[in-house]
């Protein structure tokens, strides 16, 4: 596994890239090494989870977001509840998607599969807004290229949408993916923009997709 980069440091916060496969933070017992246990190793601190603000789902790859003081984490969440801070990823979907969209429909737990999520008129608000950036073929099949700027950060948000919408992502066998091409869903957290907490100024970092997903988009023919 690759290891984790430091994208941005100063004394208030991290923004780090996590690589997949690695579980952001210490919630289950069975988990050997996680994000929180490498930031606890490296940028150890007495905050809850190390200062990690946010969390990506293990399979998915990108920025995450880190406090390094109290009063930073105390305003970065705060920025978050608010919805102030913007997040933007990228992901392939399996078939031929809109130019663009948005779907709010809510999310909960699904009483089908454990660890599993779906849509659910008794669940969080959840609204997704997407765009479509490039359009691949291959053997007859279509698949669409994504940029998604997420208004909320339900688990699984991006890969119950994009499934509920008929276009789950590649490698997302949880959801309906094809797994063919990769073992895990074809997601990037690319974009991160928020206030420093400290200086006020709007600050954004973004994040190249890595070669497994690179190397995917090469075996397929650009539309």
């Given amino acids: 596994m690759e290891k984790t980069k430091i994208i941005f440091e100063d004394n208030y916060l991290m923004v780090v890239e996590k690589p997949t496969g690695l579980t952001t933070t210490k919630e289950r017992k069975n988990e050997t090494w996680t994000l929180e246990d490498e930031l606890k190793q490296i940028r150890p601190n007495n905050l809850p989870r190390n200062g990690i603000v ?41 078939g ?36 479509l950036i490039k359009k691949y073929k291959r053997e007859g099949k279509y ?32 959801y309906g993916g094809s797994t063919i091409d990769l ?9 991160i923009q928020f206030e420093h907490p400290i200086s006020n100024k709007i600050i954004s970092f973004t994040s190249d997709l890595p070669k497994d997903l690179l190397n995917v988009l090469k075996s397929y023919e650009e539309v």
């Avoid at 977001?65 to 399996?94: G, H, P, W």
């Avoid at 991006?158 to 490698?171: A, E, K, T």
């Avoid at 073992?183 to 974009?191: D, G, V, W």
Wanted: aromatic letters at 12%.
């Fill in 54 to 94: 946010h969390r990506l789902d293990k399979g998915t790859s990108g920025l995450v977001l880190v406090a390094k003081k109290e009063e930073s984490l105390i305003n970065l969440k705060s920025q978050f509840k608010s919805r102030q801070i913007t997040k933007k990823y990228i992901c392939l979907v399996s």
């Fill in 183 to 191: 073992n895990r869903p074809f997601l990037h957290a690319a974009f």
């Fill in 143 to 174: 698949f669409s290229l994504l940029e998604v700027n997420l208004k909320t950060g339900r688990t699984h948000q991006i890969r119950v949408h994009m499934s509920y919408l008929g276009w789950p992502l590649v490698g997302d066998k949880v």
């Fill in 96 to 131: 031929n998607a809109t130019f663009n969209g948005e779907i709010n429909m809510p999310i909960g737990r699904s009483k089908y599969g454990f660890g599993k999520f779906g849509i659910d008129v008794e669940g969080k608000e959840s609204w997704t807004i997407f765009k």
